[in-house]
């Protein structure tokens, strides 16, 4: 039997979405000090950078991105900025590694 469908496609994606505005953005990549522990337990700044990038995932809209979606440049520049490591870094993470 076939489900019905709750929500059209574009309603979907626009849940699943980060939001684009600046305060949110602000917030979202916010780091406690234990988020900080966390992502600095990690050796390779591209590691420590690719974590951060996840873990502002999880902790906003509670799902990582899969790898058709790319995090904006505006949300990388914010993290890089907090981390003082370059946003050209997730380019890095993402080819680097086999997360499949």
């Not at 059209?8 to 780091?31: G, H, I, N, V």
């Not at 050796?43 to 995090?71: E, H, M, N, Q, T």
Request: hydrophobic share 40%; net charge positive; charged share 25%.
């Amino acid at each position: 039997m076939a489900r019905r469908q709750i929500l059209s496609q574009s309603e979907k994606e626009s849940l699943l979405a980060l939001p684009d505005d600046e305060l949110t953005l602000t917030r979202m990549t916010y780091f406690s000090e234990q988020d900080l522990a966390i992502i600095n337990v990690h050796r390779k700044p591209a590691s420590r950078f690719g974590f951060a990038v996840l873990l502002c995932y999880l902790k906003s809209i509670g799902f990582a991105p899969d790898k058709k979606s790319f995090p904006s440049a505006k949300l990388l520049k914010i993290i890089g900025a907090r981390l003082k490591l370059s946003a050209e870094l997730w380019q890095e993470y993402v080819s680097g590694r086999d997360t499949t």
